[in-house]
């Protein structure tokens, strides 16, 4: 079945870009119907949607993150990248990449990504 | 934005009782909502989409109902394994936005 796993740094300096990446494995990230999705958790809070991506390139972002975020796909590598500039404290947070169905399965285990000098 | 609301923020459940969670969106999402249950450590499992339809190996404990602004998960008899964080999620006219509601916790009465 369709696994998805999170990388990228687990420490960003303030001001720097968050960059991760989710790669997907047991299906085809051109697969159509899907959205690859990009969701946030802080800690000890609850879910935040930040933004999908269709297999086409077409993006749609959370409103109150679309100035700092850009969401991308490498249909080659069957992976899709997260990017979030000017980051601060308040990015610290477990990311996590899923897919949506609708209903987003599967998640990847997720990766805390920690903001700090 | 469509903001969910879920209530209570805890509930407080003896094994072998009925839950009943709650979520109340600000504006009709019709039937395109979902039901998360997220335990400590690991990311959130799909529970329910379409308000009521159960995802693959869900249990059939686990049932959803509702549509427009009104959503209810039922758990019929809390399993020791259910005992979690509950989330719903709205994806009304997407590909828009997706907004989830703020949890509910779950925990041993």
């Known amino acids: 079945q369709v696994q998805l796993q999170e990388s990228g740094p687990g420490l960003v300096k303030p001001s720097q870009t968050l960059s991760l990446t989710c790669t997907v494995s047991?299906?085809?990230?051109?697969?159509?119907?899907?959205?690859w999705s990009w969701i946030r958790q802080h800690p000890g809070k609850g879910l935040e949607w930040i933004g999908y991506?269709?297999?086409?390139?077409?993006?749609y972002y959370n409103p109150s993150l679309k100035s700092r975020v850009t969401i991308s796909v490498d249909t080659s590598k069957n992976q899709f990248s997260l990017k979030l500039s000017s980051v601060t404290a308040a990015d610290t947070a477990v990311y996590y990449c899923?897919?949506?169905?609708?209903?987003?399965?599967?998640w990847g285990q997720g990766t805390l990504v920690t903001v700090s000098s | 934005e469509i903001v969910m609301t879920q209530s209570p923020a805890t509930l407080s459940v003896s094994p072998g009782e009925r839950a009943t969670l709650s979520c109340r969106a600000s504006?009709?999402?019709?039937?395109?909502l979902a039901w998360y249950q997220q335990k400590p450590g690991q990311a959130p499992r799909l529970l329910i989409y379409?308000?009521?339809t159960r995802a693959t190996g869900i249990p059939a404990r686990f049932s959803g109902s509702g549509s427009g602004t009104e959503f209810t998960l039922t758990i019929s008899s809390l399993q020791s394994e259910d005992f979690a964080v509950y989330y719903c999620?709205?994806?009304?006219?997407?590909?828009?936005?997706?907004?989830f509601g703020g949890g509910t916790k779950v925990e041993i009465k």
């Open positions: 899923a897919r949506h169905l609708p209903g987003f399965d599967p």
């Open positions: 047991g299906g085809s990230i051109s697969s159509g119907g899907y959205y």
């Open positions: 991506i269709y297999y086409s390139g077409s993006t």
């Open positions: 504006q009709s999402v019709s039937s395109n």
């Open positions: 379409g308000a009521s």
């Open positions: 999620q709205q994806y009304n006219n997407w590909p828009p936005e997706l907004t």
